[in-house]
């Protein structure tokens, strides 16, 4: 008997590590054992990989068989490594040659008749397996879709052990290859800003918003349009570039949300959350590795957080260090998970728990209100650029109502104020306005002393914080985006501060 290899990936977060699985066939009590510190699904895998091979007209070694995998200290979890495990025995036990094994990694669980069943993660994983100079793939057919995405990578597809097995053997016909990329679905027609009635500075708001990828705080009685403002606003984003659709599918593809009809996605994604919603579902979590949250799955997207004021306190100032980071990263016994979390954060919130149309109408105590109102907390509320109070509606039909900007106009300057900040911040890493660095505003773009007079004087008096004085300024470059000026002015600091000044639910 001999010993034999292949490779596997392990993902921590969308950060995967690549295993070398090895297995040691040779003299001593009949057992199968397996090092490396497997969970509890990936050390029932034994059995699973047992019942495959007998299923698939194989024998399973009647030696010692044992089963390393390195590096030996890395945790390992899940069911993707079957496939690698039952094809490793098979070569350290000479029923299948092993040269076709090395440099290829392979990905999926196995049933018990054999069928290669898909797992998630597949795209990070062959992500991962390019970086570390591995060049080929064998990945279960549902899943060739996800895995064409990979360029440089010679990927393949099993339906079934046996079909791996006959390739193993020479014949490149059991197989399925890749097919080409994937084109990005047709994006479905998104909702019309033309349906709100009313509300311009909320409109103008959610223009500014879209414009440089800031966050927004609607506040207003129930039935102003709050909800379908914030489910308008992915319809102003421009679609995503190659490399943002690749790292937001990668997210989906962990999550499980992947499906073969569109195994790319192109456009930016819109999270809804109800107020029922936990800390761990909201950010991530669960046992062992934490899984991507609802943060995370809005990556270069906009995540919707519904009646605000409803959720708890500390699922909300959870939020505080993916605003700023652009990241979330949870520590686990097993190691830290690392998941990207740029998304544009939009808040509805009601002005009290009774939420009467008309704020004479409330019957809410003091106490009661204060209380209501502090779930969204302050250090929460500085990292909110854009504050807009909504008003109530008077009237819905008539002249005096309009003729609403639709979708298609306002997302025309949007894509042209993104252009111009995208060309500004390009040289320096930066897509948007947002995500610019303070000390780069204060510096290198420092605005004159005339433009900051009003800045300077909410910082003098204890009005604003260094934190919303740089956001103050990102708002004031994204309106002089839109109004195409080379840099903001004295009119434009005044208005992004006062998108800050106003009130709090």
């Not at 490594?81 to 029923?95: G, I, K, P, R, T």
């Not at 298609?408 to 104020?417: K, S």
Request: hydrophobic fraction near 45%; include cysteine; glycine fraction near 8%.
């Amino acid at each position: 008997m001999a010993l034999a290899s292949a490779w596997c990936v392990a993902l921590f977060g969308v950060d995967g590590v690549p295993v070398e699985i090895e297995a040691d066939v040779g003299a001593g009590s009949v057992r199968t054992q397996l090092l490396g510190l497997p969970d509890a699904a990936l050390h029932e895998s034994k059995d699973r990989v047992k019942a495959a091979v007998r299923n698939s007209d194989h024998e399973w070694p009647t030696q010692r068989v044992t089963l390393g995998l390195s590096p030996a200290t890395l945790p390992k979890g899940g069911s993707g490594y079957d496939l690698a495990l039952a094809c490793v025995v098979l070569a350290a036990s000479q029923a299948v040659p092993d040269d076709r094994l090395h440099g290829t990694v392979l990905l999926g669980e196995l049933a018990l008749d054999g069928r290669v069943r898909t797992v998630r993660g597949v795209l990070p994983a062959l992500l991962a397996a390019r970086r570390a100079g591995l060049t080929r793939a064998v990945v279960p057919t549902a899943s060739l879709p996800e895995a064409a995405l990979v360029e440089g990578l010679a990927v393949h597809g099993a339906a079934t052990l046996t079909d791996v097995i006959d390739w193993l053997k020479g014949s490149d016909e059991a197989l399925t290859p890749a097919g080409a990329h994937p084109e990005p679905p047709p994006v479905p027609p998104g909702k019309d800003l033309s349906d709100v009635v009313g509300q311009p500075e909320a409109r103008w708001a959610l223009e500014v918003a879209a414009a440089g990828g800031h966050h927004v705080l609607l506040t207003g009685p129930p039935g102003t349009g709050k909800t379908m403002l914030a489910e308008r606003l992915v319809s102003l984003l421009p679609p995503l570039s190659a490399d943002e659709a690749i790292g937001v599918t990668a997210i989906h593809s962990i999550a499980g949300l992947l499906t073969p009809e569109a195994p790319l996605v192109a456009t930016p994604p819109f999270v809804s959350l109800h107020p029922s919603t936990s800390t761990a579902a909201l950010v991530g979590g669960g046992s062992g590795l934490a899984k991507p949250g609802a943060v995370s799955r809005a990556h270069r997207g906009v995540l919707f957080i519904d009646e605000a004021c409803e959720f708890g306190a500390r699922s909300l100032d959870a939020l505080r260090t993916c605003l700023e980071d652009g990241e979330v990263r949870i520590a686990r016994r097993d190691g830290i998970a690392r998941y990207p979390a740029r998304f544009q954060l939009v808040l509805a919130a009601n002005a009290c728990p009774c939420a009467p149309p008309k704020d004479l109408d409330c019957v809410c105590l003091p106490a009661a209100k204060r209380r209501y109102q502090s779930k969204l907390s302050g250090p929460l509320l500085d990292r909110v650029d854009l504050r807009v109070t909504m008003r109530p509606l008077t009237v819905m039909l008539g002249p005096e109502v309009g003729t609403p900007e639709p979708t298609a106009v306002v997302r025309r300057r949007v894509h042209q104020a993104r252009a111009r900040a995208g060309s500004r911040w390009a040289p320096h890493g930066w897509r948007t306005n947002a995500e610019v660095p303070g000390p780069a505003l204060r510096k290198e773009f420092r605005l004159p002393r005339t433009a900051t007079t009003l800045l300077d004087r909410a910082l003098a008096i204890g009005a604003l914080t260094g934190r919303g004085a740089d956001r103050c300024l990102r708002v004031a470059w994204t309106l002089a985006d839109l109004a195409e000026t080379d840099e903001p002015t004295a009119d434009h600091v005044a208005a992004a501060l006062e998108f800050r000044e106003r009130r709090r639910p």
